[in-house]
C-alpha cells in the first residue's frame, strides 16, 4: 500500500497537527525547539533509543554518541570517538558531506539493566575501526550534571564490514545476549561487483579459533556480552560460531517482540518472545523476517518467496569480464553464471513474513526492469529500520498493539505492520503513516507509546511528492517528533487537545432520509475497509456492511420509519462516528 499524502516540511518549530490515516498527530523537529538555545543538526545519525530517564540517544555515523532531552531538545556530546572510527566519507571544497559510506559508528544498545541502579550502566557500540572491520565495545555510562561514556571495552572485533551493506543493527534478545546484523558488504554490485556474496559461506572452525570472521557476512550474530561465543549458538556444517542465521542481504532492522509495557495479558509466545528484521532487497522483495536460529533466509540464491519471479542471481565474479565490465542491473555480463530461484535447495529455508513488494513477473531482468526505475519497476521502499510497538492499552494509540513499525529510507514512510495474535504473520496490509521528502534511518518509541520519534539522513536520495526521485530533503539531520493527539472520539473538552469537527471529517446525509443514507468520508478519515452498523434505539441490529470506497450508500429502502442509530468504523475496528438518523417512508 502505498501513501495518498504528502506532507511539506521544510524547519518545523511549533507543533502543528496533521491527519494520517484518520489518526491526529502533532509534529515538532525536536533539535529545533524554541526552548533549546543551540539549535543544530545531527550528523549522519544512525540509531535512536528511548532510555529509560526518558532520554533520547543516538549515534552519529561520523563518530559520536549523544544524548537529547525530547522535552527542549537540549543535546549532551556522551562520546566524541571520531578519532577512532572509520567512515567512508566524500567532502567537497567547503568540507561539507557529499556522500557517505554504509560504515562508521553504527549500531547501539543499552544494557538490559540501563538505569535501574544496579551498577549497569552499560552501553553497547557497533562501529567500524578500519575499512572492512566493525569492532563491537561496551561503554561505562556516568550520569549526573555532565554525563559521559568511558572506560571502552572491546568485545569482539574483525566482523567485515563495508563501504556498502555493513547493515549494523544492534540489539539486547530477551535472552540478554546481543544481536548483530553483519550485510553482504555489497558484493556484486557496483564497486564490488567481482567479489562473490558470502552470505552462504561458512566458516571453518580453523576459522574460528583464528578469529577470522570473514564469513559472517551476511548473517545475523549472537553474541555473549563479553564478546565470546554462545554456548546455545547454532551448528553451521557442524561448526559453532557467532552466527545465528544465514543467508541475509542488508538486514538494517531487528527488533523481539515487547511484552506489553502497562500489564494487559496480550500473550507472549511460550517458546519466548519473537524477533524480527527487516531487510533491503535487491530492486524487488524487501523482506521483513521472523528470524529464528539456525534459519536460512535464502539471500543470494532466493530474494524474497522462493517463486521465480523477478529475480536471478547473477554471478558477476565469474564473468571474464567482470573487471572491464561497468555494472549494469539490466545487464548480464558475457559468461557470467546465472541461477533462478528454483535452481538451489536450502536447508531450513525461511520465507519471509511479508515482501515490500513483487509486482514484476517476466523473466529475464532485462525485460522486468526495462524503462527505467519508477515505483512500479523498482518497487523497493528502502527499510532502514524496524521496531515493535510497545503498549496494548490505557493512554496508547488503540489497536496499535501488536504492531512493527518499519521507517523507509525510498519513500520517505512509516509503515505500521499489524500483527496476528500468533505474531506469525499480519491481519491486513501495510499502513502508511507521516509521508514527508526525507529519508527515515530509525525509530524510537516513548515508553506510553504516545510518542514516535524519527531520525532523518543529513544527505541521501528520496522520493519526492511526484514519486521522482531528490536529492533535496525537508528536514535532513533531524529528530521529528509525532505525538498522537486523541482519537476521533475524543470530546475535546480537555485543555491542549485539538478541536475536531467530525462531521466535517465523516459526512451522514441526508438527515432524515428515505431511500438511502449516503456516507462520505474525508481522505484524512479514510481508512478501508469501512463498516457501518444501523441499529435501532433498543440497540437491535437491523443491518450491517463493509465498502472499500470513501463515499457510498446504504440502502434504507423497506426500513420502518423511526429514529435509529448508525455506527461507522474505520479498517482498523475504530468507531470514528455514531449519528442519530430519521428514517422516514
Known sequence: ????????????????????????????????????????????????????????????????????????????????????????????????????????????????????????????????????????????????????????????????????????????????????????????????????????????????????????????????????????NPLFAGVQSHIYTIGHRNPQGLVTQKSPTNGSTYPVPA?????????????????????????????????????????????????????????NENAVPSGALIRDENDTVLTNFHPPLSTLYTVCNPLPLSVCNAGGTDWMRYPTIAPSSVDFYPVNAGTAIPNWYPSLMVPTLRRGVLYRYKMNATMDGFDADSVPYFRTQNRYRDIAISNDGLRIYLITDSIGTTSGPSGAGTSSLANPGAILEYSYAGSLLDLNDEPGKPVIDRKQIIQVFPNPASQFIQIKFSDAAFVRPAKYILMDIAGKRIMEGVSTQKEFRINTNGIKSGVYLLKLFNGYGLEVRTEKVIIRQ
Open 1 to 232: 500500500m502505498r501513501n495518498k499524502y504528502f506532507i511539506s516540511l521544510f524547519t518545523i518549530i511549533f507543533p502543528l497537527v496533521l491527519w494520517s490515516q484518520g489518526e491526529p498527530f502533532s509534529l515538532v523537529e525536536v533539535n529545533q525547539k524554541p526552548a533549546n538555545p543551540n539549535k543544530y543538526r545531527l550528523a549522519h545519525p544512525f540509531e535512536i533509543i528511548y532510555g529509560p530517564d526518558d532520554h533520547l540517544y543516538i549515534t552519529e555515523k561520523v563518530g559520536r554518541v549523544i544524548r537529547v532531552d525530547p522535552v527542549t531538545g537540549l543535546r549532551r556530546i556522551l562520546l566524541d570517538h571520531r578519532a577512532s572510527t572509520f567512515l567512508n566519507i566524500s567532502r567537497n571544497g567547503s568540507g561539507w558531506a557529499t556522500s557517505i559510506g554504509q560504515d562508521g559508528m553504527m549500531g547501539m544498545a543499552l544494557h538490559p539493566a540501563f538505569g535501574t541502579g544496579t551498577g549497569q550502566d552499560f552501553i553497547y557500540i557497533a562501529y567500524t575501526y578500519s575499512s572492512g572491520n566493525v569492532r563491537i565495545s561496551r561503554f561505562n555510562y556516568t550520569g549526573g550534571a555532565t554525563p559521559v561514556l568511558n572506560s571502552e571495552q572491546v568485545l569482539i572485533q574483525g566482523i567485515p564490514a563495508s563501504n556498502d551493506h555493513s547493515s549494523g543493527r544492534l540489539i539486547f534478545g530477551e535472552d540478554q545476549l546481543l544481536y548483530y546484523t553483519c550485510g553482504d558488504r555489497g558484493y556484486n554490485q557496483f564497486g564490488n561487483r567481482c567479489n562473490e556474496i558470502l552470505s552462504q559461506k561458512l566458516p571453518s572452525a580453523a576459522n574460528i579459533s583464528a578469529a577470522n570472521y570473514t564469513r559472517y557476512s551476511g548473517k545475523i550474530l549472537r553474541i555473549n556480552r563479553d564478546g565470546t561465543i554462545p554456548a546455545t
Open 271 to 327: 517458546t519466548g518472545a519473537k524477533m524480527f528484521s527487516s531487510e533491503h532487497g535487491p530492486r524487488t522483495d524487501d523482506e521483513i523476517n521472523e528470524i529464528v536460529g539456525g534459519g536460512n533466509y535464502g539471500w543470494p540464491y532466493i530474494s524474497g518467496y522462493l517463486d521465480n519471479i523477478n529475480y536471478q542471481y547473477i554471478i558477476w565474479a565469474t564473468s571474464g569480464s567482470c573487471g572491464s565490465t561497468s555494472y
